[in-house]
C-alpha cells in the first residue's frame, strides 16, 4: 500500500507510479513475491495496514511510534535536506543566527526540520506555508520568503517546476540533515519478520546488479525534465 502526491517517489501519474514504487515492486519480484499495489490515502492506508488489511506499506521515516508497530526494511533512499535560499542572500544551516527574523516557506502538511522547529518554537523565525514547493521556490524568488529546506531532488524538482532559473538560487553547500524511507511491515503479522528479510534480500539484489541505480538516475532525469 502506498499513497499519491509524493513525487517523485510515489504517484500514480508518475512513470511506475514512483520512484520508490518501482524499487519496490522490483525488489519483491526478486524475492518471488507477485506484489499487488493499492493506494489510499496516507492516513487512511497507514491504519489498514496496521490493521492487516495489507501485508506493507511505504514509504515512511523511521519514528519511535511507528516502530512500535511495524517492522521497517533496510533504507530504500536517504533523503538529504538542504536549504534553498536567493543567490543573493546566500544563507547557510550552520550559520543559524542568519535566520533569526528570517521568513521560510514550509508546504501545508510539511513537518520542519528539528533546528528549524526550535527555532519557530521559540519565535525566531516566522513561517509561510503555501500549498508546495513549487509556490516556495516562486516565493522566495519573488522575495516574499527568504528560503525553504527539502531533499535536494525534490528542491531542484520544485525549481525547474517554477519555472524560474536555478542560478537564481543557492543551495546550501551544507546538509541541514538526513534521514531515510522504508517500507513497513506490521509486527503482528505472523511472518512479519520474514516477508522483511525477504524484501531485504531483493532490495539488496537490486543494488548488487546495478538496478538499484538505474532506477533512481531513470526517475530523477524524469523529476528534473517533468512540466
Given at each position: ?10 504517484d500514480r501519474e508518475l512513470p511506475q507510479g514512483g520512484m520508490l514504487t518501482e524499487l519496490v515492486q522490483q ?182 546488479s546495478g538496478e538499484y541505480q538505474r532506477i533512481l538516475d531513470a526517475h530523477r532525469e524524469h523529476a528534473l525534465?517533468?512540466?
Amino acid at each position: 500500500m502506498t499513497g499519491d502526491d509524493y513525487a517523485p517517489f510515489t504517484d500514480r501519474e508518475l512513470p511506475q507510479g514512483g520512484m520508490l514504487t518501482e524499487l519496490v515492486q522490483q525488489a519483491l519480484l526478486q524475492a518471488g513475491h507477485q506484489p499487488k499495489l493499492s493506494w489510499l490515502p496516507w492516513k487512511r492506508g497507514y491504519q489498514a495496514t496496521l490493521h492487516g488489511q495489507f501485508d506493507a506499506t511505504f514509504p515512511y521515516l523511521k519514528t519511535a511510534e511507528r516502530e512500535a508497530d511495524y517492522l521497517f526494511s533496510a533504507p530504500l533512499y536517504e533523503i538529504t535536506q538542504r536549504l534553498f535560499s536567493r543567490v543573493d542572500d546566500a544563507l547557510e544551516p550552520d550559520k543559524l543566527e542568519q535566520l533569526a527574523g528570517r521568513r521560510i516557506c514550509v508546504p501545508l502538511g510539511w513537518q520542519p526540520a528539528p533546528r528549524v522547529s526550535e527555532l519557530l518554537a521559540a519565535g525566531k523565525l516566522q513561517v509561510h506555508q503555501p500549498q508546495d514547493l513549487t509556490a516556495c521556490a516562486r516565493l522566495i524568488d519573488m522575495g516574499r520568503d527568504d528560503f525553504f529546506i527539502a531533499d535536494s531532488l525534490l528542491g531542484e524538482r520544485a525549481i525547474h517546476l517554477s519555472g524560474v532559473s536555478h542560478q537564481r538560487f543557492h543551495v546550501s553547500r551544507q546538509a541541514v540533515g538526513s534521514h531515510t524511507l522504508h517500507f513497513l511491515v506490521p509486527r503482528k503479522r505472523a511472518d512479519a519478520q520474514q516477508l522483511l528479510d525477504e524484501f531485504d534480500g531483493g532490495l539488496r539484489r537490486l543494488r548488487d546488479s546495478g538496478e538499484y541505480q538505474r532506477i533512481l538516475d531513470a526517475h530523477r532525469e524524469h523529476a528534473l525534465r517533468a512540466e
